[in-house]
């Protein structure tokens, strides 16, 4: 069916919706940087893993990175490359098959490499193996986002390390970003420099993680080139990597719902809609943080502004504090009317929940001549049998 993308009218259940043009947007992006940085840019499944686009993917990237068996599966059965693995703690369970499905495997501890860099070789000739380490210095002020925080279970400080690395460690992997500005990456850089670049001689390849929020409007993409460039002038010998999520599926589209309902109590009207934070929009009440809602003003954050037109945005769940702040819109709100929750496709599709067995929003492409193409549709079978 064709849709207006402004609007989305004709919807009537809730439904995440992609925007191709938006995503290839962004890829060209990613894909220009890494050319011209002379770096490898590949795609993180923690904040993004709707396989049905990988097709999409292909043509702009060779690579992923995962952080479980799952997630590394995805990648070499579905992406059709091995992926770039990194685990806080493998098992002894699920470390062979993992090894399989990898190009590289990192180990967060010299515990976890002692234990099971020989088995994983054994089980896969090609892997390269690195290490995490830990650069003590992140600007990430939100302590559940910052994996450099005292007492972080994440990789390993520079003190803790040997002077010669095991010989079959290629690399280091770093990551302490999160949506993170290039002014950010440069200064990190620096501290990571100051630390580790004794090792330096010692690696075939450096990996700095996540976080770089190259597709954001206001990122400074020049810097983040002109700094890639130089450390690569000063290491000539390294392979550098990047592994953002959010940079690839920035802004590329919402989530549509509908109001199924207003009530009001205490001069505070909710508009009840056919979605849950807790189970489709996590992130808002984990970090939390306001999603835009298009055509609306958010009125305050704690739900409890009064005046025409003004709505708390309800949930359909029964938990008390499934809502999300007041918010304004220029007309009285109508049942089944469309409610549109920007910049939705990064970390909530992956995130979601069945808590509740609240009926789960279908997934949508947005194709370039707006016709919609339904990627996956939920049902009562996809609730039972996660039970099973």
Not at 38 to 57: N, Q, S
Not at 214 to 229: A, E, N, P, S
Not at 273 to 283: E, R
Not at 330 to 357: P, R
Request: proline share 5%; aromatic share 12%.
């Amino acid at each position: 069916m064709k849709v207006n993308p402004l609007t989305y009218d004709g919807l009537s259940r809730p439904m995440y919706i992609l925007e191709e043009k938006r995503l290839r947007d962004n890829l060209k992006l990613i894909a220009r940087v890494a050319e011209e940085a002379g770096v490898e840019i590949i795609l993180a499944f923690k904040a993004y893993a709707l396989w049905r686009t990988f097709p999409i993917f292909r043509e702009y990237i060779r690579a992923t990175t995962a952080s479980s068996l799952y997630e590394a599966r995805l990648g070499f059965e579905e992406f059709g490359a091995p992926t770039h693995t990194f685990s806080p703690g493998y098992t002894d369970y699920e470390i062979d098959e993992i090894a399989r499905c990898s190009s590289h495997l990192v180990f967060n501890s010299l515990t976890q490499y002692e234990r099971y860099h020989v088995r994983a070789r054994m089980g896969n000739e090609r892997l390269s193996l690195g290490l995490r380490v830990n650069p003590e210095y992140s600007e990430v002020e939100t302590l559940i986002y910052n994996p450099c925080a005292p007492g972080t279970r994440f990789g390993i400080t520079s003190e803790k390390l040997p002077d010669r690395l095991p010989d079959d460690v290629d690399g280091f992997h770093v990551h302490c970003h999160c949506e993170s500005g290039s002014d950010v990456f440069e200064r990190t850089l620096t501290r990571i420099e100051g630390r580790f670049a004794r090792w330096f001689p010692q690696l075939k390849w450096i990996n700095f993680g996540g976080g770089h929020l190259m597709t954001r409007k206001d990122y400074d993409v020049q810097r983040l080139i002109r700094t890639l460039r130089g450390f690569k002038e000063r290491y000539p010998w390294i392979k550098v990597i990047l592994e953002p999520g959010s940079a690839f599926a920035w802004q590329t589209g919402p989530l549509v719902a509908q109001v199924v309902d207003v009530v009001e109590d205490h001069g505070i009207k909710t508009a009840i809609l056919n979605v849950s934070f807790s189970c489709h929009m996590p992130d808002c009440l984990e970090m939390p943080y306001h999603p835009a809602i298009r055509n609306a003003r958010l009125a305050d954050e704690d739900g409890s502004a009064r005046g025409e037109h003004t709505y708390r945005m309800g949930a359909n769940s029964c938990l008390s504090g499934d809502w999300m702040g007041s918010w304004t819109f220029d007309h009285a709100l109508q049942t089944g009317e469309n409610i549109i929750f920007e910049d939705m496709l990064h970390y909530t599709t992956v995130k979601t929940t069945m808590f509740n067995g609240i009926s789960h929003p279908a997934i949508a492409l947005l194709h370039v001549d707006n016709e919609l193409e339904m990627l996956r549709e939920y049902s009562y079978e996809d609730y039972r049998d996660r039970m099973d």
